[in-house]
């Protein structure tokens, strides 16, 4: 058998020996003759599985007590419509960071209920690939929020389609502004340390960092639980999934169970401090690379680019064929940028190793002397 290095962006490569393990207990989890896809979600084994998950993962991001973490469905594009629906109690508007299609579409979706104020953009800067793609000033989100009733403050940490991340701006205002923050990382969670306390909302879909598709990982500030709408559905009820430990309902136990074997992992290799370090190294020697070639280019201000997706274009397009054939052969596979942005995109979440980066390296500046 032999496994190619997997750059997709989501779902996304999970680390080998967590497959590893997976496979071993698929028919028979620890002697009880039953696969975990097989347990009811309350029997005492599933409990425990269910226990282990949660408090590992508090433990990796040092997730305080007036914090409960949820597992729940839907998405981080669910997402767009389970915060307002369990924010909005009270509030008519809210504010939106328009950094790149993420993020505009949770402004967008927004707007079926309340206000949606857009108080910092720089998306055109996005589409328009010629143009550098930045992380914009945050210092003036004070004075666009506070003071006009905002019901919270949304931003995506790490724009996965454009490559445009975060660096702690927003945490670093956070107990400035007088609303709570509200942050999709649904692509860089885990992979670096975060002060959880200054969050209202944390959220992200599990495909990338986390563990397969199907969870929705939320860490919610228990001061928020009591601002649901009433409409708001009783399974997508902050409130509700708290007091019923993610169980109101049959949560995605397979999923649940997958992202407490990557936690377990990550512990094992020293936890997001480890991932933090790892995510550097990968980055710098994708992007010094990219900055000493003429044939690939990064349109991304230096100092804001994601640690997780690496965008790149090649100056000659009608290369780009070439570049992907050429790469699937030797085993690095799923480079195709994102249809709205185009050229190449490599996502180096935590389960790709510094490895698989040295053999795309290696692969990318064998290309270019070929070709140029
Ligand atoms: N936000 C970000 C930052 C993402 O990367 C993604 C998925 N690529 C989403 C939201 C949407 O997630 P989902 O498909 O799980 O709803």
Avoid at 54 to 83: C, W, Y
Wanted: hydrophobic share 40%; glycine share 8%.
């Amino acid at each position: 058998m032999s496994r190619v290095w997997n750059f997709s962006a989501g779902p996304a490569a999970l680390p080998e020996s967590v497959l590893r393990r997976a496979a071993e207990e698929m028919l028979d989890w620890q002697g009880k003759g039953l696969s975990v896809m097989e347990m009811s979600h309350r029997s005492p084994e599933y409990t425990d599985i269910f226990e282990k998950t949660r408090s590992d993962f508090r433990k990796l991001l040092n997730v305080p007590e007036t914090h409960d973490v949820l597992f729940m469905q839907g998405g981080a594009v669910g997402m767009n419509a389970i915060v307002p629906m369990n924010l909005m109690n009270g509030f008519e508007q809210a504010a939106f960071v328009n950094t790149g299609a993420w993020s505009k579409k949770t402004a967008k979706e927004f707007s079926k209920y309340g206000l949606s104020r857009v108080v910092l953009d720089n998306a055109n800067s996005v589409a328009d690939s010629a143009v550098s793609c930045y992380v914009p000033e945050c210092a003036p989100l004070l004075d666009r929020v506070n003071g006009q009733q905002m019901a919270y403050l949304h931003y995506c940490d790490n724009e996965t389609i454009s490559g445009v991340e975060f660096n702690g701006q927003v945490e670093a205002i956070a107990s400035q502004l007088d609303c709570p923050v509200v942050a999709d990382m649904s692509s860089n969670i885990l992979s670096k340390t975060l002060e959880v306390s200054k969050y209202g909302v944390i959220y992200g879909g599990a495909q990338k960092n986390v563990g397969p598709a199907g969870v929705t990982i939320v860490i919610v500030d228990k001061a928020l639980l009591n601002r649901a709408l009433p409409i708001c559905p009783s399974a997508f009820t902050f409130g509700t999934v708290a007091e019923n430990g993610s169980m109101y309902n049959t949560p995605p136990t397979y999923s649940i169970y997958i992202a407490g074997l990557v936690f377990e992992w990550l512990i094992e290799q020293g936890g997001v401090q480890w991932a933090q370090s790892q995510a550097q190294e990968k980055a710098s020697l994708l992007y010094g690379t990219i900055d000493s070639s003429t044939l690939y280019n990064c349109p991304v201000r230096t100092e804001d680019r994601s640690r997780m997706n690496v965008p790149f274009t090649l100056a000659d397009e009608s290369l780009n064929a070439r570049f992907l054939s050429r790469a699937a052969e030797q085993g690095l596979v799923q480079l195709k940028g994102h249809k709205s942005v185009g050229g190449m995109r490599a996502s180096i979440y935590n389960a790709m190793p510094l490895e698989g980066v040295k053999a795309l390296v290696e692969f990318m500046c064998e290309f270019e002397k070929s070709e140029t």
